[in-house]
């Protein structure tokens, strides 16, 4: 087993988690749908997160050749995973029928959720830059597919209007199928 296969399955088994526990959330708010109004901000969400973490698992591949086996890789590898783990725990509630409207979970949850994705996404550009550089990071391809999503989180952090939020999350959720046919 390589130092990679060692560190990705460990960090594997964390994203692959976090990923049960958003569609665990998903699946205990569609058992309770006939009391409980899911709203489109928690599945866009819920979408955002977990296109995010395949997103993050599929840069980690990417990353295999580079990244040494030591500590700091994987003690960084474990925060920025739990991390992701944390805010896809927190798109559902965990007892939906306690509410009558998630969409007043998602307000007092999506701060926390696309923060957690952001600082994610700001430790993966900051290894991508030590280990390879940013060599186009200047594109047009790059700033509307990457650069683009930092302002647009960080909007959709401190917006207090929902419309602007769901706003955020639809332009951040269109960069990712945009990034498999913009090449």
Request: overall charge positive.
């Amino acid at each position: 087993m390589t130092g990679f296969e060692f560190s990705f399955s460990f960090f594997g088994l964390i994203l692959g988690l976090a990923l049960a526990e958003g569609l665990g959330g998903l699946a205990r708010a569609l058992k309770a749908s006939h009391r409980v109004r899911i709203g489109w901000p928690t599945a866009l969400l819920g979408l955002f997160v977990s296109c995010d973490v395949v997103t993050f698992w599929m840069f980690g591949w990417n990353l295999r050749e580079l990244l040494p086996l030591n500590w700091p890789i994987l003690f960084g590898g474990f925060v920025v995973t739990a991390v992701y783990f944390v805010a896809a725990s927190l798109v559902f509630p965990d007892d939906p029928e306690a509410w009558d409207d998630l969409n007043a979970h998602f307000d007092k949850q999506r701060r926390l959720v696309i923060g957690g994705v952001l600082l994610a996404n700001i430790a993966l550009v900051a290894v991508t830059w030590a280990f390879v550089g940013l060599p186009r990071a200047g594109s047009l391809r790059a700033f509307i597919l990457a650069w683009s999503f930092f302002p647009v989180a960080a909007l959709a952090i401190a917006a207090k209007d929902r419309r602007i939020v769901v706003a955020c999350l639809i332009w951040l959720l269109a960069l990712y199928p945009l990034s498999a046919v913009w090449h």
